[in-house]
């Protein structure tokens, strides 16, 4: 007898993802992508709520939030299996994000086990009560109907709740304490004209004075108040800051951040401003997420503006710690630590594991304290950075005390020395070079040189600091990975080191912070005794096509490293990988950059009739438009020999119109935008009212006219075609109507279309903008549109003439950009039918014409040369592999000593070499 369906499980369909063309809103991501994808999945739809309200208290605090869609195990919709947040294909899938729909699957009257998250391009799937990332969503069978009430107590589960209120509530308080910070740090630049930096330094100090006062004098004697500071500075003529700051700079737990001479360097009235913004703020009550995660934005727009070097971008710094997985108890150090990004977020993670653990109390707070004071070290030599870093970390919580105004290439005694950790985390300064012969002396890649790449010696100087067996990840410029002249530092890292991961970086992950250097990430494993044969075990590989982030630095959505983190963590423990598309695990040979190994994409050969009757098309439409071309040439003399024109203002024309719409918080919109150059309206985007910041719209119709104030002198007026009738447009494009009075309106507005996108029409607009940018904010404004005047023809059949000759070279316009498009994928065609072999072997070429003249000799392959770069001796070495030898302790392995001397043949004139420009630091 067959099996009986169960009418709850659905049965398992072919899911084709949408295009990304098809995904315009958020309303598109839930209906278009998430309802097919779940339903591929055995989830019916009968089970699935959307828009699913939530009320949250915290104390006072109250709000009501809403699901996206809630999938549950039954059609009675009493047991949760999945939260699901849908976010617009252009948003990126942030921590944030996560963190949203993790607190929401925590806040349903029963939890529910899974949260995932989507845009459309990409989704992520998460365990609700670990927060960490799984791969795949699991089919509804294999689902079980109640998973956490087999799993969780219901005092964990109440437990789970009150921390989701928490991280919800904090998502809020992080953005209201990052408009205090921006406020008081814009205060200080207008009133004093410092730089971004200097204004931080003056900033950090106000804001350790507003954490000291809350600490040391609590409630109504918190000096820290308008009050207080206006009557003190009226009656007694003493700034209360300056008194508080002098306490200060020498409290025990603030002293080793500021010097003992040090002053608050602000004007009276600035101070008083940022007391006025920190008034209602009470940091000793607010939690260290918030401050953190503020504090750590506030250091993100500083720095990047004059010290963006300092700082490795956030989704880099997450997956290597992520991937390194630092444990409780573990010692973690960072000897180029910038502004502290590594050893916070590896203080975070260890800490998240031990309020996670099933400890008591006293054992918690002991290995908090453990973490705090004796796990995270870090130095930097810059000043200013390492006081950044120190007060970053103390606003996240502490971890502060292990991090030292220090040379990154020196110990430390007693706190950072050789062997001493577990684990290594790093971006080291890149395009810089140590000169110092005491440091160079120390290390086996620097001695014997006048100077050295510091990069190269920052990779000795992290594996001589974690123990054997310890871990590293570092972040090097590739040129380090693959060029010839620095083959001795490869083979150093094979002989010191298993070579664990080669993760490779899209040369924009760094632009944002002002370098321009192509990177990758090493993961590496200390071996427990230096091998000379430099045999590796199986190498993780990956390359990397977005890292969230744009050439400006701005975050955008496709972020890879996630799916790369799961394949990597499936191979760390044997497992079969698949997330990310370009990941594999294979073997190293010299080089170590990802792309040398990346499997090569199969040579498809077109036919050679396609090709040819691809080049007759092309021929028949060239002729086509050849002979329109005349056509419009032979009307150009005709037509204009005999017009008369008369001078209109627009207004004559035009009247304002516009149909305003209150924006609804659940509507989906159509946004218009208007393409330069008078190529028309187009649809920019649909989105839900909740998505946009302005409170109401605009809807057109077809036949008005349209343009953008911000770019009208790049020629962006057109009208609305009847695709775009009810469509909508934000209140930078004005909109106008033909008067009713006129004749022909729909002639009349296309001719004064063409008039308003021609240059000299153009020149007037361009003229008459106003505005301090003239590339983005440089605005035609509705008033001067109107007074501006246009020839019309006096009569309507010239007219005719005249619109009908411009959209016949608006015609041949668009057959223009096909064309160039055809001869574009001709030529690559053609060039695909050239013979491509790349791995052939090399056979006699003695029968091949154009080496005839060859003697015998001269056929056989000669060995490349391949010139050393240490500076200031450049010599010409033999590719050929020398024979290994057995080298003293902490001496030079440089292509010098390493390989055999060259034949005596003169050597070619040396080029002059360019150094490169800068890389990133953190």
């Known amino acids: 007898m067959p099996k009986k369906k169960d009418p709850i499980v659905q049965e398992k369909t072919k899911f084709k993802a949408p295009s990304l063309d098809e995904l315009r809103s958020e309303e598109d991501v839930k209906i278009k992508f998430l309802l097919p994808y779940l339903e591929a999945k055995g989830y019916t739809s009968k089970c699935i709520n959307f828009n699913v309200p939530i009320e949250v208290q915290e104390g006072r605090k109250q709000k009501t939030i809403f699901a ?77 109907d109640d998973f956490v009430s087999f799993v969780v107590s219901a005092e964990l589960q109440e437990s789970l709740k009150t921390e989701a209120k928490h991280d919800l509530f904090v998502i809020d308080d992080v953005q ?84 003992s001479n040090a002053d608050v360097g602000l004007k009276p009235m600035t101070i008083r401003k940022i007391v006025e913004q920190f008034e209602n703020f009470d940091l000793s009550l607010t939690a260290f997420d918030v401050k953190g995660e503020a504090f750590e934005y506030f250091l993100g727009e500083t720095f990047t503006g004059g010290l963006g070097e300092y700082f490795t971008p956030r989704n880099v710094v997450e ?116 000169n110092d012969p005491e440091i160079l002396s120390r290390y086996e890649l620097g001695a014997g040189r006048n100077s050295q790449d510091r990069v190269t010696l920052a990779i000795e100087r992290v594996l001589r600091l974690v123990k054997p067996g310890g871990r590293v990840g570092i972040v090097v410029i590739d040129g380090l990975l693959n060029n010839d002249s620095t083959r ?75 799916e790369a983190l799961l394949d990597w963590r499936a191979f760390e423990s044997s497992k079969p990988i698949g997330a990310h598309k370009e990941a594999w695990i294979g073997k190293i040979e010299d080089r170590m950059d990802a792309e040398f190994y990346r499997k090569r994409k199969v040579h498809v050969r077109p036919e050679e009739e396609q090709v ?17 071309l005349a056509a419009v040439s032979s009307d150009i003399k005709t037509t204009f020999s005999s017009i008369e024109t008369v001078s209109v203002p627009l207004s004559a024309i035009f009247e304002p119109c516009e149909e305003v719409i209150k924006v609804g918080s659940t509507t989906v919109y159509k946004l218009l935008g208007v393409k330069w150059w008078g ?74 279309i063409h008039c308003l996108n021609s240059p000299q029409y153009l020149l007037e607009v361009d003229r008459d903008s106003t505005g301090s940018t003239k590339t983005s904010r440089n605005r035609f404004k509705e008033d001067r549109f109107l007074r501006m005047r246009v020839e019309i023809p006096r009569k309507i059949a010239h007219l005719r003439q005249l619109v009908d000759l411009l959209n016949k070279a608006n015609v041949l316009r668009a057959c ?33 014409e154009v080496f005839s003249n060859r003697t015998s000799e001269e056929h056989e392959p000669k060995p490349a040369k391949i010139t050393s770069r240490k500076k200031g001796n450049r010599k010409p070495i033999s590719a050929k592999k020398p024979a290994a030898k057995t080298l003293p302790a902490k001496k030079s392995l440089s292509p010098k000593r390493s390989v055999e001397k060259p034949k005596p043949k003169t050597p070619r004139a040396a080029k002059p070499t360019t150094r490169k420009k800068p890389g990133p630091k953190k």
């Open 319 to 434: 997956f290597m710690v992520d991937a390194l997985d630092p444990k409780i108890g573990q010692k973690i150090v960072d000897p180029f630590c910038g502004t502290g990004g590594f050893l916070i977020y590896a203080f975070e993670v260890v800490g998240e594991k031990i309020r996670l653990q099933d400890f008591g109390d006293e054992e918690k707070a002991r290995w908090k304290e453990e973490l705090s004071n004796r796990c995270i070290y870090g130095t930097d030599w810059k000043e200013r950075t390492a006081l950044a870093c120190k007060m970053n970390m103390t606003v996240h919580g502490d971890g502060s005390a292990g991090i030292f105004l220090h040379h990154g290439f020196i110990d430390v005694p007693g706190m950072i020395e050789e062997g001493l950790f577990n684990l290594c985390l790093t971006n080291p300064p890149f395009g810089s070079f140590e």
């Open 176 to 259: 209201s304490f990052k408009t205090v910070l921006r406020a008081c740090h814009e205060a200080i630049r207008n009133n004093e004209g410092f730089d971004a930096t200097r204004a931080f330094d003056e900033m950090s100090k106000v804001l350790f004075c507003k954490m000291y006062e809350e600490r040391n004098h609590p409630g109504d004697n918190n000096r820290f108040r308008m009050s207080i500071y206006d009557d003190t500075l009226k009656r007694l003529g003493v700034n209360v800051v300056n008194q508080i700051w002098n306490e200060t700079k020498v409290d025990p737990r603030y002293a080793s951040l500021f010097e």
């Open 68 to 144: 996206d869609a809630v999938v549950y195990s039954t059609p009675s919709k009493t047991a949760p299996l999945i939260v699901c947040e849908t976010k617009p294909p252009t948003e990126v899938l942030s921590k944030t994000v996560k963190e949203q729909a993790i607190s929401y699957a925590r806040l349903l009257p029963r939890i529910a086990p899974l949260a995932l998250i989507t845009n459309g391009g990409q989704t992520q799937l998460f365990q609700t009560l670990s927060k960490n990332r799984i791969g795949e969503l699991p089919d509804r069978k294999d689902l079980k």
């Open 612 to 628: 040819v009757s691809a080049g007759q098309d092309m021929l028949a439409m060239l002729a086509m438009i050849s002979e329109e």
């Open 679 to 752: 190529a028309g309206t187009f649809l920019r985007e649909e989105k839900t009212g909740k998505e946009i910041k302005a409170t109401r719209l605009f809807r057109v119709h077809q036949g008005w006219l349209v343009y953008n104030r911000l770019f009208a002198f790049r020629g962006s007026f057109a009208l609305i075609p009847p695709e775009h009738e009810n469509c909508y447009v934000s209140s930078e494009f004005p909109t106008f109507k033909v008067r009713e009075n006129t004749k022909e309106p729909e002639l009349l507005a296309n001719y004064v």
């Open 488 to 562: 001795y530092v490869r083979e150093y890292i094979k002989k010191t080191a298993f070579v664990r991961g080669i993760i490779s970086l899209p040369a924009v992950t760094f632009q944002g912070y002002h370098a321009r250097a192509k990177t990758s990430i090493l993961f590496l494993e200390k071996r427990a005794n230096p091998d000379d044969s430099g045999i590796q075990e199986d190498t993780f590989f990956c390359v990397i096509g977005n890292s969230g982030y744009a050439p400006n630095g701005n975050p955008v959505p496709g972020n890879e490293l996630p």
């Open 816 to 848: 223009q950009v096909e064309v160039a498009e055809r001869f574009k994928r001709f030529n690559e065609d053609l060039s695909r039918l050239l013979p491509h072999e790349p791995d052939a072997l090399t056979v006699d070429t003695s029968d091949v």
